[in-house]
């Protein structure tokens, strides 16, 4: 069973249109929720680190939250620089090495 | 502040040939290292990691290894490449205890 799976694969934008991305996790005692982002050709780069429900945390346009079972990455008025593929991950259980496990991301197109 | 390099960026190779791909981090020591490979459609997926020089463990068996001859380069090999290995290869640290990781710009291999 995968540990975390990210909704939707894909979304498309218009410039302006806010809109979530979805994480959900099935690991119990959670030790952190990470986002990151993913230019094409590139590394991931690091965005936040949730730890608790109702955590949030912001930078420029975006907004991560968490609850329980899941984690939401908020896009306001997104531009079209905001155009990456968004992935989020968590330590898999018993892992004491700090090891994460990775969704298959959310590729977002963000349209001018 | 810290800094990871990662060579060559891209590398065509034939089936059967040797593989060599270096990681190298400035600006810290003793950090944790990261070996994944991201194919298309399947997300990330971590091959080896390493917590200190001379100690390996791997995620996943096959044809690669990896190795740590100084404190802050990590190696990953193989004696004979496969088609399957084609992928992009992305190295990693971490330091602190919110295990946070952060990525080179990667190494896209083409095995023909």
């Known amino acids: 069973e995968d540990q975390v799976t990210q909704s939707p694969e894909a979304l498309r934008l218009q410039e302006g249109e806010s809109s979530s991305l979805n994480c959900s996790y099935t690991v119990s005692g959670l030790r952190g929720l990470f986002w990151y982002r993913q230019d094409p050709g590139k590394g991931p780069e690091f965005l936040f680190t949730l730890y608790s429900a109702g955590e949030e945390k912001e930078k420029e346009r975006l907004k991560a939250t968490l609850t329980k079972k899941e984690s939401f990455l908020h896009i306001t008025a997104p531009k079209p620089e905001d155009s990456a593929t968004y992935l989020c991950?968590?330590?898999?259980?018993?892992?004491?090495?700090?090891?994460?496990?990775f969704g298959k991301g959310t590729m977002l197109l963000v349209s001018p | 502040s810290q800094t990871i390099h990662q060579w060559p960026a891209t590398l065509v190779q034939p089936v059967g040939s040797p593989l060599s791909l270096e990681c190298t981090v400035e600006g810290t020591s003793n950090p944790n290292l990261y070996w994944y490979r991201q194919a298309a459609g399947r997300g990330l997926q971590l091959l080896f990691y390493?917590?200190?020089?001379?100690?390996i463990s791997s995620e996943v068996p096959q044809n690669l290894s990896a190795s740590r001859p100084q404190d802050r380069q990590f190696i990953l090999s193989s004696k004979k490449l496969l088609l399957s290995d084609s992928g992009f290869y992305l190295c990693?640290?971490?330091?602190?205890?919110?295990?946070?990781?952060?990525f080179g710009p990667g190494t896209r291999l083409l095995v023909l």
């Open positions: 991950a968590v330590p898999p259980p018993n892992s004491g090495y700090s090891t994460l496990t």
């Open positions: 390493s917590v200190g020089i001379g100690q």
């Open positions: 990693a640290w971490s330091k602190d205890s919110s295990g946070t990781q952060y």
